[in-house]
């Protein structure tokens, strides 16, 4: 389906709006034949790509090295569910609550929370900052396994903890993290759940 895939990647391209997307999306546009071969193929080669590729120019883009990550992580998810045709919401506030991604959507989380995901992807340091927003977002999500942390620290807690390191170690923590939303989505029998095929 052809015109599937074009219209997403007509979708997500019109987000370029930082250092970070373009160096993603400039490596995605100019492989995007090759790229589409893997997501068709469900490879998880598809993730070690990206990250081998973009790692070293995303990393010095400015001494904030965990923000860099963390965008670039939130970023290449957007693509990666974008292609996959995982229904998501990204980046949306909630009672006041700021929300990185929400599968699928934010009305089902509300009606239906042990249907819904929220991945939290910190663009911080802040031990405390980042555990002020668990707790915000367990107001949204009551049940802390359907949260889902993307960091290097390891919080003692029941949210669902997806381990990285800040280097370009953290391919295995993502192909796990995509795998297992796959995993989600399908028991949630979305029937908006695909792989894009042409």
């Known amino acids: 389906m052809e015109n599937v895939h074009t219209n997403s990647m007509n979708k997500i391209n019109k987000d370029v709006d930082s250092p970070i997307k373009k160096i993603l999306y400039e490596y995605i546009n100019k492989n995007e034949s090759y790229l589409k071969k893997l997501i068709v193929?469900?490879?998880?080669?598809?993730?070690?790509?990206?990250?081998?590729?973009?790692?070293?120019?995303?990393?010095?883009?400015?001494?904030?090295?965990?923000?860099?990550?963390?965008?670039?992580?939130?970023?290449?998810?957007?693509?990666?569910?974008?292609?996959?045709?995982?229904?998501?919401?990204?980046?949306?506030?909630?009672?006041?609550?700021?929300?990185?991604?929400?599968?699928?959507?934010?009305?089902?989380?509300?009606n239906n929370p042990k249907n819904s995901l929220l991945i939290y992807i910190p663009k911080t340091k802040s031990i405390n900052e980042i555990k002020n927003n668990l707790r915000s977002l367990n107001k949204l999500q009551l049940m802390s396994s359907n949260i889902w942390l993307i960091s290097d620290e390891i919080f003692h807690h029941d949210f669902t903890q997806y381990s990285i390191k800040i280097n370009n170690s953290f391919i295995n923590p993502i192909i796990h993290l995509l795998k297992n939303v796959q995993k989600f989505i399908k028991n949630q029998n979305y029937n908006t759940f695909k792989i894009i095929n042409s």
Do not use: W
């Open 41 to 110: 193929k469900n490879n998880e080669f598809i993730v070690t790509k990206i990250i081998n590729h973009c790692y070293d120019s995303i990393i010095n883009i400015n001494e904030n090295t965990c923000e860099n990550v963390g965008n670039f992580i939130e970023s290449m998810l957007h693509y990666l569910f974008t292609m996959y045709a995982i229904p998501t919401q990204r980046k949306i506030t909630s009672r006041d609550i700021y929300i990185d991604i929400v599968i699928p959507n934010i009305q089902e989380l509300i």
